[in-house]
């Protein structure tokens, strides 16, 4: 089947879905509709993908994390990168200036956080327009997304998250806990040991058969039908993300207050700046940080004080393997036991194993095999 085919039986899916009424007795239909579409949808993006020649972004990750900087042209990413890092981002009053990723190191409480200044998004993007795949995939490999969005245009994020959302981006949501172990026979066996509100086994058996024939599946979140098409494709990417309102000396504090609000409303945080005057980048460097979920971990090696100065810089919920393992491998071959003093400890120089998990703010110090 070629991708005119598939373009055909995509629009026919979605207009059958239009049209019919949703109720109780047309749910199941629905539903396998639904998985077919997103099945047809991933097919079809998978072929333009392999026919694509472009060369993409040369995105090396560096650093403790990654943040990816996006907006529509000209609302302000490259002045606010220069604000941030050390970055020499082109700054220019017209549409995109910015035609390649830029990046730069934000060094703020120890951290080295990288981040990339991305061309403009614009509506289209997850069919490729504007260079939009190049951006989405690098959208995809970053740790928190910010998005930059004018004072005056609004309506610019819903655009923006649309077309991440179209291009398998959740943002702000939690990976559904839902288990699916393929097996060769025996067809599909559902499980749940909660009650599920939006789901029942036919449901969960019509939506899956489009993907798998054998399996057990196991769902511990009350997920909708949505969510679980999600997990089945399996290439959905979760990333955390704020709203960046720029040029808010444009506008009146009545105003933006009211875009506070709205913004609000919608589940977002918020934090407001003008990079072009330098108002705000304070906290916007402490958002930053605090959605990356970093801790600090202060290094003390044995016989000597802490290093006070340089923290190791992990992930929330890291345990003393991982601290190890950033160290340097040799920590976790030759570990025989750890102290920890802090947040995480019950009393100073607690000793723990690998499976301690850190605080922010705790003194470690790995003993290891000479």
Known sequence: MDTTDIKKQIKDIEDEIFN????????HHIGK??????????????RKSAGSKGKGFSLKKQGDATVGL???PSIGKSTLLNQLTEADSKIGHYDFTTIDAVPGMMDYKGASIQIFDLPGLIT?????KGRGREIISAVRNADLVLFMIDAQHLNHLDLMTAELYKAGL???????????????????IIASPIKLSYLDEKLIKTIASEYLTNAD????????EDQLIDVLIGNRTYIPAFVVINKI????????SKQINYISNLGWDVICISALDGIGIDKLKEKIFSKLCLIRIYMKPVGKKA????PLILKKESTIEDACRKLHRDFKKKFRYANVTGPSAKHDSQKAGLDHILKDGDILTIVTDK
């Open 20 to 27: 019919t009424q949703k109720n109780k007795a047309t749910e």
């Open 33 to 46: 509709l639904k998985a077919k579409l997103a099945r047809l949808k991933e097919d079809l993006e998978k």
């Open 70 to 72: 996006i907006g529509f």
């Open 124 to 128: 289209g993007a997850s069919k490729g």
């Open 170 to 188: 959740r943002l702000n949501e939690k990976i559904p806990d839902v288990m699916i172990n393929k097996k060769g026979h025996g067809g599909l």
């Open 217 to 224: 599946i196991i769902i511990r979140d009350d997920i909708s």
């Open 249 to 256: 000396d444009l506008i009146s504090k009545e105003e933006l």
């Open 307 to 310: 290093d006070m100065n340089e």
